[in-house]
């Protein structure tokens, strides 16, 4: 051990409690858990750092060969991937997709804090991952209120592992957290660790009326914000965004879409101009405003020279699609269009509506779910967000 990884071990927890306190993330409240539960502890041997506010991962730390590095990384306010494409990738570099991670500090504490629990409540976890929010659960509530639900076996097993040997002893559930976990129902708190493109009913079902959901939302486009849902009576549930999140998708519902090469390229179709810039579209609120009005719509870009690029659109049903082009410095962009559904003027007017409200914010929308479907809303449930007719 040298010097530097002594100065981390000792100073890192302080200084990043610090730090998240600074900026309003980790509460008094949650202080305690924060100090009992440290998050070293939780933090497999090898990882990828990531980085704070990016979908970006560096190369593999493995502890015993980078010490240093391996400390600095888990008390650094960011993500850590700890698994890749389900286990299958353990190499250095990067695998295809990221599938389990500890999460970033901020965004931990941030979704404890929206879960507003309180002494006695039983809490739900879906996505135990590397156990750090189970453990943190469990130090706040006691072992017997906290129930927490892994897909992945390799995770789960080793999550339990960490978890026990830092003295707790939940409920730990291998499987598919979309089901929920009826014999530990009714709870009081479901807490989500990935993402989800519609919320399960069965969660709502589970939640006794006045009990909350917190879980990352995000529509089939792009973009995703953490829901604060407030279950009521009947099977619904309804409340706020409260902040953009990127977690990884609950298995079951990753997005599986369509090649290219499904789509004909056909004869036909319309060509015309626009002003607004494909670069105007693409940052993650745009793509969750824009996901929101326009369900069925995905998107993938095609880098060309000095900046350019081509924006596909293409609906999952596969009947249309469209391409829009950026170039730097010009005015206007080149447009086609194919298929029944004109793809870019759909999106232009989904982008438009957003415009033409101010421009509002991830914590200006909310959802409410129902047995019959899932609706968002601007500023109150009363004011739907138009969804295009398909
Ligand atoms: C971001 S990690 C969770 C972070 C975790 N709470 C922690 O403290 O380290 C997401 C986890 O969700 C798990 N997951 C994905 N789909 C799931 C499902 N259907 N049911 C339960 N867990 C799932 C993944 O395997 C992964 O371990």
Redesign the pocket.
């Known amino acids: 051990m040298n010097a530097y990884d002594v100065d981390v071990q000792e100073a890192g927890p302080q200084a990043l409690a610090s730090s998240l306190m600074e900026s309003g993330a980790l509460q008094s409240n949650w202080l305690p858990a924060y100090e009992a539960v440290p998050r070293h502890l ?1 933090v497999p041997d090898v990882i990828w750092p990531g980085r704070a506010g990016m979908n970006r991962q560096d190369d593999r730390v493995i502890r015993s060969d980078e010490p240093d590095d391996w400390w600095a990384a888990v008390y650094r306010d960011a ?1 850590i991937t ?2 890749w494409d ?1 286990g299958a990738y353990t190499g250095p570099g990067k695998g295809r997709m990221p ?5 970033m500090p901020t965004m ?1 504490f941030s979704m404890l804090n929206a879960l507003s629990v309180d002494t006695g409540q039983r809490v739900l ?12 659960l469990c130090q706040r509530l006691g072992s017997e209120n906290v129930m ?5 076996e390799a ?2 097993r080793d ?1 339990r592992e960490r978890i026990r040997g830092a003295g707790f002893h939940p409920k730990c559930i291998v ?5 929920g976990y009826p014999p530990g129902a009714p709870y009081d708190r479901v ?4 993402s989800i493109g519609s919320v399960p009913l069965t969660w709502i079902e589970q939640t006794r009326p006045g009990g909350v959901i917190v879980a990352p939302w995000g529509p089939t486009y792009g973009g995703e914000a953490v829901a604060r849902l407030t279950v009521a009576d009947g099977g619904t549930a309804s409340g706020p965004f409260i902040g953009s999140s990127a ?8 997005k599986s879409l369509p090649p290219k090469s499904a789509y004909l390229t056909g004869a036909g179709g319309t060509r015309s101009r626009t002003a607004l810039s494909p670069d105007d579209v693409g940052d993650w609120l745009h793509m969750f405003v824009i996901g929101l009005q326009v369900p069925a719509l995905f998107c993938r870009v095609e880098s060309g020279a000095d900046g350019a690029y081509r924006l596909w659109l293409y609906d999952t049903e596969v009947t249309s699609w469209a391409v829009a082009d950026y170039e730097k410095g010009r005015i206007e962009y080149d447009v086609a269009q194919y298929g029944p559904r004109n793809l870019w003027d759909e999106l232009e007017t989904a982008w438009r509506w957003w415009d033409g409200r101010g421009r509002p914010g991830f914590d200006r929308f909310g959802l409410t779910v129902t047995p019959d479907g899932e609706t968002a809303w601007l500023d109150s449930p009363d004011s739907p967000v138009p969804v295009t007719e398909r």
């Open positions: 939780f993500p700890t698994q389900d599938t389990c991670s500890n999460s931990v976890e879906i996505g135990t991952g590397t156990g750090w929010n189970a453990a943190l927490t639900v892994e897909v992945d995770n789960a999550a499987g598919d957290g979309a089901e807490i989500a660790t990935c977690f990884m998708r609950l298995r079951q519902q990753r």
